[in-house]
């Protein structure tokens, strides 16, 4: 099997990196493999392990030249989608409503993202709990000013937040990292 990718840089050095890694070079799906960690301690280890063919300081100059680039805003959004899932099954169980099963396709892409394995999910939030209570600290932080606004009815600050992170998508749809199509170019059965 020839490699699919030349070059491909992995944003953070933790276990999901790791099996990535591993796995693109047993499968011969890539080329050289870059990394880069914010923690010198994390890159230093990933160097002596010998995760990646090379290790840079910065994010720029691992992902220079990339053709793919992976795993910095995989944690967050698992817990959120498992969280969710669990948030529209109590609701349909106190309601004795059918939330789930008239659920629109942004729920669905919820609940494919919480098929993941949980046993490794759970190794994964454990083994990078410092990472992980970060970010969802700023997660937190986001949804209650969000709260806010709709409580005030602060109406500009809901459609600023929206504008700016839909330019956020429309920029990894430009990246080449999805496609534009409401479905985000899947096969979804309809049925």
Known sequence: MSQIYDR?????LGLIAS???????????????????????????????????????????AVKDADLVIAVTSHAPHLIAYTMVGVAEDLGR???????????????????????????WRDVFLSNKKATLEILGRFTEELFDLQRAIRTENGDK??????????????????????????????????
């Open 19 to 61: 099996s990535i890694f591993w796995a693109s070079k047993r499968n011969n799906v890539s080329g050289c493999v870059t990394g880069f960690a914010r923690s010198k301690k994390t890159r230093d280890t990933a160097k002596k392990i010998g995760l990646c063919d090379e290790i840079f300081d910065t994010a720029e100059e």
């Open 158 to 191: 809901l459609l600023n937040y929206f504008t700016h992170t839909r330019s956020i998508r429309r920029g990894i749809i430009e990246a080449g990292q999805d496609i534009e199509a409401p479905n985000f170019g899947r096969d979804i059965d309809q049925n």
């Open 94 to 120: 106190v309601t004795n409503s059918e939330v789930i099963k008239y659920s629109a396709a942004g729920f669905r892409d919820f609940t494919r993202i919480a098929a993941s394995d949980p046993t490794m």
């Open 8 to 12: 491909v840089a992995l944003i953070g």
